[in-house]
């Protein structure tokens, strides 16, 4: 099994640049393969979880290949795909593979998915539910986990679905099945959960309108069978894995990291906007967009902290972000509250159970329900011990996040099982030890 040790550094400094958006490039493989002819995508994030989608698409028969530093994806147009009996293995992806159910939930295809240990668990009936609605048939409807086997059909019908949750995966994937349909398709969501689906298909020329209603939920709407052109992506490094280097150089005194080309659509910068709200010196500069989406670079100091209560309005914008919060929350002063966080328990792991117990480890107080956590930060000059092992329970940001803790506590932390990093960010360790943490690889028993 492979592991980390994080070791106290004593600042972090540079320039760095993080791969590309994970969701985005999910995106741009996934609806690059409905047009009509050859996208050309740059920046692509070459990690497992995206590489699973890439794979299952090829499998589905898509021409995708490399060529140089660019991929290229030959489209079939939409609601093109056909055959049966294909075995999709999403690996760890939760994007990947309820997107994916999407889309083949909008064509004549048939496949099975499957997932590895920890995305056998999480929820899919969230998925399940609307598509059935869309006219696509599961063989086993009532199954909440993977393996699912799910049969499309070439013209969907048009759906209006109430989402109870703000969900990107369920918003992309019934919209992804809507692409098929004659008519409109429309979701509701009880708060706008990131709209890259949105934006990328606005970009290649679908037309979908985005309103908010008098009850503060809002209204996705998409026009069925839309042409859609064979423009080129380029696509923005990932916010979520900015967080690491970042949260790092606000708790490390002395640090000053600026991260290049991050996205920073709204929907996605909920953390810095919080860490702001908390005292930490960020800045962005540098802003312009491409191919839709926003982008800026984004710099960090040492900063002191204090502990604040986060709107529940924010949840969805910082949804992947809690564990690396929590870890800045631990040197704030005061109290931090999340609250309507219960979505974290179906993450890559149940992220408050793992916070908590994490935490716990390093002599911090937490206080646990359903869907909250507090967080008893206990300032910037206490001194933390260590000397802890964290498991990484198949979940890269959870392993991440103590990583991050690692490089201020006294003593090191290890986090067993580390290759679940290369889900989201391949270059994580490299990248840190070249701002200055340093981290050791280590090969551990089971
Ligand atoms: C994602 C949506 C979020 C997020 C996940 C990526 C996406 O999940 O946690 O990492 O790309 O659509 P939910 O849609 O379940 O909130």
Same mark, same amino acid.
């Given at each position: 099994?492979?592991?980390?040790?994080?070791?106290?550094?004593?600042?972090?400094? @540079?320039?760095?640049?993080?791969?590309?958006?994970?969701?985005?490039?999910?995106?741009?493989?996934?609806? @690059?393969?409905?047009?009509?002819?050859?996208?050309?995508?740059?920046?692509?994030?070459?990690?497992?979880?995206?590489?699973?989608?890439?794979?299952?698409?090829?499998?589905?028969?898509?021409?995708?290949?490399?060529?140089?530093?660019?991929?290229?994806?030959?489209?079939?147009?939409?609601?093109?795909?056909?055959?049966?009996?294909?075995?999709?293995?999403?690996?760890?992806?939760?994007?990947?593979?309820?997107?994916?159910?999407?889309?083949?939930?909008?064509?004549?295809?048939?496949?099975?998915?499957?997932?590895?240990?920890?995305?056998?668990?999480?929820?899919?009936?969230?998925?399940?539910?609307?598509?059935?609605?869309?006219?696509?048939?599961?063989?086993?409807?009532?199954?909440?986990?993977?393996?699912?086997?799910?049969?499309?059909?070439?013209?969907?019908?048009?759906?209006?679905?109430?989402?109870?949750?703000?969900?990107?995966?369920?918003?992309?994937?019934?919209?992804?099945?809507?692409?098929?349909?004659?008519?409109?398709?429309?979701?509701?969501?009880?708060?706008?959960?990131?709209?890259?689906?949105?934006?990328?298909?606005?970009?290649? @020329?679908?037309?979908?309108?985005?309103?908010?209603?008098?009850?503060?939920?809002?209204?996705?709407?998409?026009?069925?069978?839309?042409?859609?052109?064979?423009?080129?992506?380029?696509?923005?490094?990932?916010?979520?894995?900015?967080?690491?280097?970042?949260?790092?150089?606000?708790?490390?005194?002395?640090?000053?990291?600026?991260?290049?080309?991050?996205?920073?659509?709204?929907?996605?910068?909920?953390?810095?906007?919080?860490?702001?709200?908390?005292?930490?010196?960020?800045?962005?500069?540098?802003?312009?967009?491409?191919?839709?989406?926003?982008?800026?670079?984004?710099?960090?100091?040492?900063?002191?902290?204090?502990?604040?209560?986060?709107?529940?309005?924010?949840?969805?914008?910082?949804?992947?972000?809690?564990?690396?919060?929590?870890?800045?929350?631990?040197?704030?002063?005061?109290?931090?509250?999340?609250?309507?966080?219960?979505?974290?328990?179906?993450?890559?792991?149940?992220?408050?159970?793992?916070?908590?117990?994490?935490?716990?480890?390093? @002599?911090?107080?937490?206080?646990?329900?359903?869907?909250?956590?507090?967080?008893?930060?206990?300032?910037?000059?206490?001194?933390?011990?260590?000397?802890?092992?964290?498991?990484?329970?198949?979940?890269?940001?959870?392993?991440?996040?103590?990583?991050?803790?690692?490089?201020?506590?006294?003593?090191?932390?290890?986090?067993?099982?580390?290759?679940?990093?290369?889900?989201?960010?391949?270059?994580?360790?490299?990248?840190?030890?070249?701002?200055?943490?340093?981290?050791?690889?280590?090969?551990?028993?089971?």
């Amino acid at each position: 099994m492979n592991s980390i040790s994080s070791n106290k550094s004593s600042k972090l400094i @540079g320039d760095i640049i993080v791969p590309g958006d994970k969701s985005i490039s999910h995106r741009a493989l996934l609806i @690059g393969s409905l047009v009509t002819g050859k996208i050309k995508i740059k920046n692509l994030l070459e990690s497992d979880d995206v590489i699973a989608t890439l794979d299952a698409l090829k499998t589905l028969g898509l021409k995708i290949q490399k060529d140089k530093n660019i991929w290229e994806v030959i489209g079939n147009g939409i609601g093109n795909l056909s055959g049966s009996n294909y075995r999709l293995d999403m690996g760890n992806s939760g994007t990947g593979s309820r997107l994916l159910m999407g889309l083949i939930a909008g064509s004549d295809v048939e496949a099975t998915i499957l997932g590895d240990e920890s995305l056998s668990k999480r929820p899919m009936k969230r998925i399940i539910k609307p598509l059935i609605k869309t006219g696509a048939v599961f063989d086993n409807p009532s199954n909440d986990n993977l393996p699912v086997k799910i049969r499309g059909s070439k013209i969907p019908l048009p759906l209006e679905y109430n989402s109870p949750v703000a969900s990107a995966q369920i918003k992309s994937s019934i919209l992804l099945a809507g692409l098929s349909s004659t008519g409109n398709t429309t979701v509701i969501e009880p708060t706008l959960s990131r709209d890259h689906t949105e934006r990328m298909l606005k970009y290649l @020329g679908a037309i979908i309108t985005t309103t908010k209603l008098p009850n503060s939920s809002w209204k996705i709407t998409l026009e069925g069978l839309p042409s859609l052109k064979p423009l080129d992506i380029d696509i923005p490094s990932d916010p979520s894995s900015a967080a690491f280097p970042i949260v790092a150089s606000i708790i490390t005194p002395n640090s000053m990291v600026k991260v290049v080309n991050v996205c920073v659509n709204d929907l996605r910068i909920g953390l810095y906007k919080s860490l702001i709200e908390m005292g930490a010196n960020i800045s962005f500069s540098n802003r312009r967009e491409i191919n839709g989406e926003p982008i800026a670079d984004i710099s960090a100091k040492y900063s002191v902290l204090k502990g604040i209560k986060i709107p529940k309005t924010r949840v969805a914008s910082m949804i992947d972000e809690f564990p690396i919060l929590s870890i800045a929350a631990i040197r704030a002063i005061g109290e931090t509250t999340m609250e309507g966080i219960e979505e974290l328990r179906f993450k890559e792991t149940d992220r408050i159970h793992a916070m908590s117990e994490g935490l716990r480890l390093v @002599g911090i107080e937490t206080k646990e329900k359903k869907d909250s956590m507090v967080i008893k930060g206990k300032g910037p000059d206490y001194s933390i011990n260590g000397n802890v092992t964290i498991k990484s329970r198949l979940d890269h940001r959870i392993a991440m996040s103590f990583l991050c803790l690692g490089l201020i506590t006294e003593n090191p932390i290890k986090v067993l099982d580390t290759d679940t990093i290369n889900s989201s960010f391949p270059t994580f360790f490299e990248t840190m030890n070249k701002i200055g943490a340093n981290l050791k690889r280590i090969q551990t028993d089971k």
